[in-house]
């Protein structure tokens, strides 16, 4: 019998769908890490990223972070912050939030960015404050991208979220860990189908919501504001 099919096997046993160690629970606490995650990345980066799409300073600074928190190995901060701090939440929140943080703040500034300056300055020249022009014309316009952005880092968190089990916390990453542990390749192979398919549904919803927000975009052009 192949792996693959012993893997099916421990899928479709309704032994692993009930309990705390059953699929609901552990993708539950899965889905749990990554919302706590994006939504403290975002407090960080989205307010940084619209201030220096809207202003344009700092840019070149930006790039350089964001490329050099890209190129952060996630696993070796999460073993470097948990002998400074110790087992718990914090570290692995710590590690995933600094590998959303380049995409969220990357989709932000690059939004505002690809509005049209004529637009802007159309509206400036009818009088409009820069908050009115922050809020009114650049964030609606840049919305498609600003969501892409939220895509990109809720995937890569989704799928480097099981790093939490690395530090004895739950999630997905269980299977994986613990089937490494004992040998259990079925369960391994499982928990990796889990996260994949996760990922791929939230990347499914996450494109509806582009599409979405790039459909109630309005049609703003120089003449119109």
Do not use: N
């Not at 629970?25 to 890490?33: E, P, T």
């Not at 004895?168 to 189908?193: E, K």
């Not at 990922?199 to 703003?220: E, S």
């Amino acid at each position: 019998m192949s792996i693959w099919t012993d893997a099916v096997d421990w899928l479709t046993d309704s032994a692993h769908w009930s309990g705390d160690d059953g699929v609901p629970h552990r993708l539950l606490q899965h889905l749990g890490y990554t919302a706590d995650t994006v939504l403290i990345a975002a407090v960080i980066a989205i307010p940084l990223g619209l201030w220096i799409g809207h202003t344009g300073r700092m840019r070149t600074a930006a790039v350089s972070i964001t490329g050099a928190l890209r190129a952060l190995p996630t696993l070796g901060l999460l073993t470097f912050i948990v002998l400074f701090i110790g087992i718990g939440l914090t570290p692995p929140l710590i590690a995933l939030v600094v590998l959303s943080i380049p995409s969220l703040l990357a989709g932000a500034y690059s939004g505002l960015e690809s509005v049209d300056r004529q637009t802007i300055d159309a509206a400036r020249s009818m009088g409009m404050t820069e908050w009115q022009i922050l809020t009114q014309v650049e964030i609606p316009l840049a919305l498609p991208i600003i969501v892409g952005g939220f895509r990109s880092a809720t995937l890569q968190v989704v799928a480097t979220a099981t790093v939490a089990a690395y530090v004895s916390l739950g999630g997905l990453g269980r299977y994986i860990i613990d089937g490494q542990a004992t040998r259990d390749y079925p369960q391994m192979v499982g928990g990796s189908v889990l996260v994949v398919a996760l990922a791929l549904t939230l990347d499914g919803i996450f494109a509806g919501l582009q599409r979405l927000a790039r459909g109630a975009r309005p049609a703003l052009s120089p003449s119109q504001v």
